[in-house]
């Protein structure tokens, strides 16, 4: 069975950094690229950024770039969000994320969510 | 500004039959964008039903389907139930390993 377990939320100050964890299990992690996906409060779904399953190619939504850092390690089964120079609107649930293939293609396994809320 | 567009909402009576749609404020969806729909009840995460057009997830139920109908995504629920009272979300790819979500349909079954 497919487990994904996010974990590192919680609540920061404005400008500050957090580091989100998401443990793999149950697949062959090392073969799947991994999604976050987030959600603010009462609000939709967004696609934050994704990794290829070596971690060569890496992509982020346009609204991100040079906050958040996406990364891996297939040894350890284990995907990671760096997320720097918080800001308010980032307050949301993060969804850690498994692909259908190696490369970039759609989620099919979803964690239940860590959430991250920045406030002053 | 909103992107790829959905309904907000929709009803449907039990039993009954729905289309969704997702589309591009700008353009045409076309299976090259490689369109996936995902369902998600208040407080929990989402799920996935379809992805590249029309291939149901593992254990998805074949009463969802997806297809292109005109220039736009569709996914139909054939003999709605309760418990698909949820909020639908799709995705596309819009190139250059970028994907981005619908806004979102809220489904009521009554």
């Known amino acids: 069975e497919v487990q994904l377990v996010e974990s590192g939320g919680g609540p920061v100050k404005p400008g500050e950094s957090l580091r989100l964890s998401c443990a793999a299990s149950g697949f062959t992690f090392s073969s799947h690229s991994m999604t976050w996906v987030r959600q603010a409060p009462g609000k939709g779904l967004e696609w934050v950024s994704s990794i290829s399953s070596s971690g060569t190619y890496i992509y982020y939504a346009d609204s991100l770039k040079g906050r958040f850092t996406v990364s891996r390690d297939n040894a350890k089964n284990s995907l990671f969000l760096q997320m720097n120079s918080l800001r308010a609107e980032d307050t949301a649930i993060y969804y850690c994320?498994?692909?259908?293939?190696?490369?970039?293609?759609?989620?099919?396994?979803w964690g239940q969510g860590t959430l991250v809320t920045v406030s002053s | 500004q909103t992107v790829v567009t959905q309904e907000p909402s929709f009803s449907v009576s039990p039993g009954g039959t729905v289309t969704l749609t997702c589309g591009l404020k700008s353009g045409s969806v076309s299976t090259t964008y490689y369109p996936s729909w995902y369902q998600q009840t208040p407080g929990q995460a989402p799920r996935t039903l379809i992805y590249t057009t029309n291939t149901r997830s593992s254990g998805v139920p074949d009463r969802f389907s997806g297809s292109i109908l005109g220039n736009k995504a569709a996914l139909t629920i054939t003999g709605a139930q309760a418990d698909d009272e949820s909020d639908y979300y799709c995705m596309l790819y819009m190139g250059s390993g970028i994907w981005m979500f619908g806004g979102g349909t809220k489904l009521t079954v009554l």
């Open positions: 994320a498994k692909t259908y293939c190696s490369t970039t293609c759609p989620t099919d396994q």
